[in-house]
């Protein structure tokens, strides 16, 4: 019976990056679900997530605020991504811990109220990400794995 599916060379040469592929498709779900569930007061938190490759930054800018191309800029550092490379995501904002992990004073101080009048925080806990940014994006991440390959299983 002869060969009837794709020209075998052709598959051997995409399925080769087919790892890297899936690895930056993940990288980037896992990226773009941190950013989007940081809170935004100022931005500057949000726009201050980094992608780098095989080594951390120190880098914080106070002065980003919304409306930043974090997310296109993450992207392109992970798409930059070949062989072993290892992505790093990060955040060097230094409340970034208190907003994951809690720990604003409960009650909170004075000011510190959203448009509609609510306290910013509850118990410790910024309205917004009640649940922090990270945390609530790992217990996901089987899931956006899972997607991550079949996206890429797609393509081949």
């Known amino acids: ?6 020209d075998p060379i052709e598959w051997a040469s995409k399925i ?3 790892p890297r592929e899936a690895i930056n498709a993940f990288a980037f779900a896992v990226f773009s679900q941190v950013v989007m569930h940081t809170p935004v007061d100022t931005g500057a938190c949000r726009q201050n997530w980094l992608v780098s490759l095989n080594a951390e930054t120190d880098e914080f800018d106070s002065s980003k605020g919304k409306g930043g191309y974090v997310l296109s800029k993450g992207g ?3 798409e930059a991504a070949k062989g072993d490379d290892t992505i790093i995501i990060q955040n060097n904002a230094p409340y970034v811990k208190t907003l994951e992990y809690g720990g604003y004073p409960n009650p909170p101080k004075k000011g510190g109220k959203t448009e509609t009048g609510l306290p910013k925080t509850v118990g ?3 309205r917004q990400a009640p649940h922090g940014m990270v945390g609530l994006t790992l217990a996901k991440a089987d899931l956006l794995f899972d997607k991550a390959v079949e996206a890429v299983k797609g393509k081949l």
Not at 1 to 6: A, D, E, L, N
């Open 1 to 6: 019976m002869p060969w009837t599916g794709k």
């Open 16 to 18: 080769k990056d087919a």
């Open 76 to 78: 392109k550092a992970i």
């Open 124 to 126: 410790g806990f910024s």
